[in-house]
């Protein structure tokens, strides 16, 4: 089994900015690809950036130039360094691990930016 936690949620004036974080534990390989998605109140959950197990990085359009993905010293942490913040970012955001063709989800922390 696999679990992830997110953290680093909160509220930020716009033009602030945040990090989240994911920290996996359990039984994790190498080769494994971790994502951050999130939800906003009566939306789909959407993808927000991808980083494969080479480290390569994917980002929606939205948050192209804002957000930046990376991995840990140890890989199993994850972050998202989210600037120049936009009251359309405000949604909970989860962690995702893909391993071994499962999915797996925390439960994610909520991010509101004021305007």
């Known amino acids: 089994q696999v679990q992830l936690v997110e953290s680093g949620g909160g509220l930020v004036h716009v033009g602030g900015s945040l990090r989240l974080s994911c920290a996996a534990s359990?039984?994790?390989?190498?080769?494994?690809?971790m994502s951050w998605y999130r939800q906003a109140p009566e939306s789909q959950r959407e993808l927000v950036a991808v980083?494969?197990?080479?480290?390569?990085?994917v980002y929606a359009d939205s948050v192209k130039g804002r957000f930046t993905i990376s991995r840990g010293n140890a890989r199993n942490t994850v972050y998202l360094q989210m600037n120049n913040l936009k009251p359309e970012d405000s949604a909970v955001y989860f962690c995702?691990?893909?391993?071994?063709?499962?999915?797996?989800w925390g439960e994610g922390t909520l991010v509101t930016v004021s305007s």
């Open positions: 995702n691990l893909k391993q071994n063709a499962r999915n797996y």
């Open positions: 359990g039984t994790i390989t190498s080769l494994v690809v």
């Open positions: 980083i494969s197990s080479g480290d390569t990085t």
